[in-house]
């Protein structure tokens, strides 16, 4: 059974950094691809960034050159580290497959962003 567990959200003000973390359960990072995706009040849930069993990566534009999506293979977790983050990243952040299946999504962490 695949699951995703995410941390590492907080409260940060504008231009502060945080790293999440995803650990998966029931599958493998090295051979998945995995994203990132956030859900900020009132909108829809959107994509963020990827990363492939190649370790080719992929990011929205908003968070490119500001956010890296990276994976250590032994402890088989996906990261992001998001630098220069602005009061529109606040979100909750989710970890899932790319593309994303929908009852797999976890209960995310919460990156509050505030001036």
């Known amino acids: 059974q695949v699951q995703f567990a995410e941390s590492g959200g907080g409260s940060v003000q504008v231009g502060g950094s945080l790293r999440l973390s995803c650990v998966p359960s029931?599958?493998?990072?090295?051979?998945?691809?995995i994203g990132w995706y956030r859900q900020a009040p009132g909108k829809q849930r959107e994509f963020v960034a990827s990363?492939?069993?190649?370790?080719?990566?992929a990011y929205t534009r908003s968070v490119e050159g500001r956010f890296t999506i990276s994976r250590d293979n032994a402890q088989n977790t996906v990261y992001l580290q998001m630098n220069s983050l602005k009061p529109e990243d606040t979100a909750v952040y989710y970890c899932?497959?790319?593309?994303?299946?929908?009852?797999?999504y976890g209960q995310g962490t919460l990156v509050t962003v505030s001036s």
């Open positions: 899932n497959m790319w593309p994303p299946t929908v009852r797999l």
């Open positions: 029931g599958i493998t990072v090295s051979r998945s691809a």
């Open positions: 990363i492939y069993s190649g370790d080719a990566t």
